[in-house]
C-alpha cells in the first residue's frame, strides 16, 4: 500500500508560481519497489472533469505534459525524499482547480498515461487559486 500526500497548494495572482509537492509513503514502499512506478498530477476544475496534467517515471526520469502546461509546468522527482514535485508557472486563471497526484506501479506510456484507472493510488488533492 502507498501512501501520497500533496502539499504546496495556495492562492496566486495570474502570472504568478506555485510548487505542489507529493510525498510517497507507505509499508511496502521500497525505492527498488518505486523505480517501476509512473508518478502523475491530474487536476479538477469546478463543474469539470478530472484532467491529466503531467508524468514522470521514476526510473530514467522521462517527462510527459499537457499541450496546455507544455512549456509553464515542470514535473520532477527526489529520490531521497521520495517526492514527486510540479513547479507551476506563470499561472493561468483557467490552471485553477484541485491538483490530484496519483502514482502507477507500472510504466505508463504516453498512450497510457491519460488514463485514470492505470494509477493505483490516490493523493487528497491540493487546492490552486488563481485569480487578481
Known amino acids: 500500500q502507498v501512501q501520497l500526500v500533496e502539499s504546496g497548494g495556495g492562492s496566486v495572482q495570474p502570472g504568478g508560481s506555485l510548487r505542489l509537492s507529493c510525498e510517497a509513503s507507505?509499508?511496502?514502499?521500497?525505492?527498488?519497489?518505486?523505480?517501476?512506478?509512473?508518478m502523475g498530477w491530474f487536476r479538477q476544475a469546478p463543474g469539470k472533469q478530472r484532467e491529466f496534467v503531467a508524468i514522470i517515471r521514476w526510473s530514467g526520469g522521462n517527462t510527459y505534459y499537457a499541450d496546455s502546461v507544455k512549456g509553464r509546468f515542470t514535473i520532477s522527482r527526489d529520490n531521497a525524499k521520495n517526492t514527486v514535485y510540479l513547479q507551476m508557472d506563470s499561472l493561468k486563471t483557467e490552471d485553477m482547480a484541485v491538483y490530484y497526484c496519483?502514482?502507477?506501479?507500472?510504466?505508463?506510456?504516453?498512450?497510457?498515461?491519460?488514463?485514470?484507472?492505470?494509477?493505483?493510488?490516490w493523493g487528497q488533492g491540493t487546492q490552486v487559486t488563481v485569480s487578481s
Open positions: 507507505g509499508r511496502t514502499f521500497t525505492f527498488i519497489t518505486f523505480s517501476g512506478y509512473t
Open positions: 496519483a502514482a502507477a506501479d507500472t510504466i505508463l506510456t504516453t498512450a497510457t498515461m491519460r488514463m485514470e484507472y492505470k494509477y493505483n493510488y
